[in-house]
């Protein structure tokens, strides 16, 4: 085996389709020659993967850039790469405010990442000159899109794994700058996605998350209609793999033939997330999104009763520019009555490149907090009516830690939650053989706010 030309350590910020990319870019490097290491202390060459969506995000990413540069100024590291949504939003901003990183790399570039640091690498043993890569490629017939041959090395536990059905975005919500980021929506070939998927069944993985900015749009682009349906039929075939579940669904194209294929299959988890934003009319216009509270209540109650015990899972923004105190007591009645299993609630943030940051009637932060914890406190109570459903019934439970070294109880997550954004389940009773990874039946016997708690059963 050939000496590690260099080793290189990641930190990945944001979604989890900015997870996947920063997967690609480990299988990348690897296949370049390039060692890889989770302790930077350990790391040669520290890349950084930006999230650029909101300003939040933006801050944290500027701020790891900062930490990087700072540990190539002591001499701990040779090299620093940022890459990533802000590298692709900002990078001559970057460069003005951020001095000392060697490259930056665009959303197109980063599959160039292990060319480029060979060239950083043989320029001299302390890597110091910055080598910009401009953002030039924003034309979306070309822009890039992973395959089923591409390196990966993923960075998640091996027993589930986020697979990236499509890249981009069609829809121009006001708020929103994802496709002046990633541009328009590019679907991977079903096939493509099919062999994927079977290979990662391989590999030990038991839940798949498919993700997209727009799943339920996904191949609109390559075949005139959607496709979500029949990749799932696909995709449930591979009878390996015990979960599939969808993440973020537009709800205009939650059809009849999607709720069915859902609802049919053993494997496909009975589990959506469909960020609605809001539940005000006026809202919905100014945001620019399709649909009105009374389609979408009959949506949830079309999910309902092919699914009974579906998890429903949406986002909200409170503050919005134009929301009244009538706006936001609808939204939270709305909350309220639909009982949604799962919410996310976000503060409006302005960001420049969105059409709404330019609008007059901002609301002040003091509102938006003010909005924020009342909305969640609805929710809160929302969500533990929900839950006490699941009370004495039996569920199958994916075990994914020992809570504590003192005691024998587990954490994991049944069928209704998503790995890393969702509830737990707390779960006792289990041998001390137990392996993560592995599935328990379990009956519950407590229900709180947003967790459950209960006895494996023998």
Request: net charge neutral; proline share 5%; glycine share 6%.
């Amino acid at each position: 085996m050939s000496k590690p030309k260099a080793t290189c350590g990641l930190i990945s910020l944001g979604c989890a389709k900015n997870l996947v990319d920063s997967e690609v870019m480990l299988g990348t490097l690897q296949r370049g020659g390039y060692a890889l290491t989770g302790n930077q202390a350990e790391a040669d060459v520290l890349i950084v993967n930006t999230c650029g969506f909101i300003s939040p995000a933006v801050a944290e990413s500027t701020a790891a850039i900062r930490e990087a540069v700072e540990r190539k100024r002591r001499g701990e590291c040779r090299a620093v790469i940022a890459t990533g949504c802000l590298v692709q939003r900002d990078a001559e901003g970057l460069q003005r405010d951020v001095s000392g990183v060697d490259a930056f790399l665009g959303l197109n570039e980063f599959p160039q990442i292990a060319d480029v640091l060979d060239q950083l690498l043989s320029k001299s043993k302390h890597a110091t000159d910055t080598l910009a890569h401009p953002l030039a490629r924003v034309n979306p017939e070309v822009w890039y899109v992973y395959d089923e041959t591409t390196p990966r090395v993923r960075a998640t536990p091996p027993w589930y794994a986020y697979l990236k059905i499509s890249e981009g975005c069609d829809h121009r919500c006001t708020f929103c700058i994802i496709p002046k980021l990633r541009g328009d929506m590019r679907s991977r070939p079903l096939e493509s996605i099919v062999k994927e998927a079977q290979r990662l069944s391989e590999e030990g993985v038991r839940e798949l998350v498919l993700i997209a900015q727009d799943s339920t749009r996904y191949g609109m682009d390559l075949y005139g209609q959607p496709q979500l349906a029949e990749l799932l039929r696909r995709l449930a075939a591979i009878d390996t793999l015990r979960w599939i579940r969808v993440l973020y669904a537009y709800p205009l194209f939650i059809n009849d033939e999607l709720i069915e294929v859902m609802a049919s299959r053993s494997n496909l988890c009975k589990y959506i997330d469909v960020p609605l934003q809001h539940a005000h009319a006026d809202m919905l216009k100014a945001m620019q999104r399709a649909g009105s509270p009374d389609s979408y209540r009959r949506m949830i109650e079309r999910l309902r009763h092919a699914m009974p015990d579906v998890t429903i899972r949406t986002t909200f923004i409170v503050g919005f520019p134009g929301e009244t105190d009538q706006h936001f007591s609808e939204l939270s009645r709305f909350v309220d009555e639909v009982e949604f299993d799962r919410v996310a609630v976000f503060k409006y943030t302005p960001e420049r490149e969105a059409p709404s940051s330019a609008w007059t009637n901002q609301i002040s932060e003091t509102v938006k907090d003010e909005r924020y914890h009342a909305l969640m406190a609805t929710q809160q109570r929302a969500s533990l009516r929900r839950n006490r459903r699941w009370l004495n019934r039996e569920v199958d439970v994916l075990l994914e830690q020992s809570s504590t070294k003192k005691t024998s109880a587990w954490l994991g997550r049944r069928e209704g939650d998503a790995p890393e954004i969702d509830a737990q389940v707390r779960v006792h009773g289990l041998p001390r053989s137990t392996q993560p990874g592995t599935f328990a039946r379990v009956r519950i016997q407590k229900t709180h706010e947003y967790d459950l708690e209960g006895w494996a059963l023998r």
